[in-house]
């Protein structure tokens, strides 16, 4: 479905990805682990259409992305949960939602969809009414989230999902990360708790420095020695 081939990303002359390439299947879910500045939020960023690649390719089904403005890649089946939530704080929990179906036209649909963001997440829909600054952490990770499926996508790009989450909503997070994916939309998840993320994914991936450096599916990462010391503190 996403593959990546030879991905450059410089921001001046600073080469921050240097040449990558990785593939995500239809139904899958593929993560991408790797410390603090490796890479992983630009990677997402390019894929998305928010940095500029310097060369290298990105192709969704066949269609070159880099070549599609940004504010159309959604249209194609393309969402992104970008780290930080980023809600409209201003915007009540129903309105943010609305807004991520902005690219659509099929009323019964979204509206059907609603139902079923609201399904996922109850605590949303309790909250529809409530401006969307006003949420906890917790909330707000879910409200983008949700606010991405809006968009009927086929592939979700999740990054840093539980980041500053209590354990309890780690879980919780994750849990919804694996019913979303049975619903059959593939994620691309960028996570710092590497342990959490590999046990959901099909693929991973080890990024550092603007490279990868290992590959192979979550379990045979989660069992690889140099991962478990350098990620999960084994």
């Not at 479905?1 to 990805?17: D, F, P, T």
């Not at 139904?27 to 998305?48: D, W």
């Not at 089904?61 to 930080?84: C, F, R």
């Not at 949420?135 to 009927?152: K, P, V, W, Y």
Request: hydrophobic share 40%; charged share 25%; no cysteine.
């Amino acid at each position: 479905m996403l593959k990546v081939e030879n991905l450059v990303v410089r921001y001046g002359m600073i080469e921050a990805i240097k040449g990558i390439s990785f593939e995500v299947s239809d139904g899958e879910i593929v993560t991408l682990i790797g410390a603090n500045g490796a890479g992983k939020t630009t990677t997402m960023h390019a894929i998305s259409g928010l940095v500029k690649a310097a060369s290298g390719s990105i192709t969704l089904d066949g269609v070159d992305l880099l070549k599609t403005p940004g504010h159309k890649i959604i249209s194609l089946g393309l969402a992104q949960v970008p780290e930080g939530r980023r809600v409209f704080a201003q915007q009540t929990v129903e309105e943010n939602l609305i807004l991520g179906a902005y690219v659509r036209r099929d009323r019964e649909k979204i509206a059907a969809d609603m139902e079923y963001v609201y399904d996922l997440f109850p605590r949303l829909k309790e909250r529809k009414l409530q401006t969307a600054g006003t949420l906890s952490g917790g909330e707000q990770q879910m409200l983008a989230m949700g606010r991405a499926l809006m968009s009927d996508p086929k592939i979700i790009l999740m990054d840093e999902p539980s980041m500053g989450l209590s354990p309890l909503l780690v879980s919780e997070i994750f849990e919804i990360i694996s019913e979303i994916n049975k619903k059959g939309v593939t994620v691309l998840l960028v996570e710092q708790n590497a342990k959490r993320a590999l046990a959901i994914a099909d693929h991973a991936y080890v990024l550092e420095t603007g490279k990868i450096t290992l590959e192979g599916t979550g379990k045979e990462l989660a069992s690889d020695e140099r991962v478990q010391k350098a990620y999960l503190g084994g």
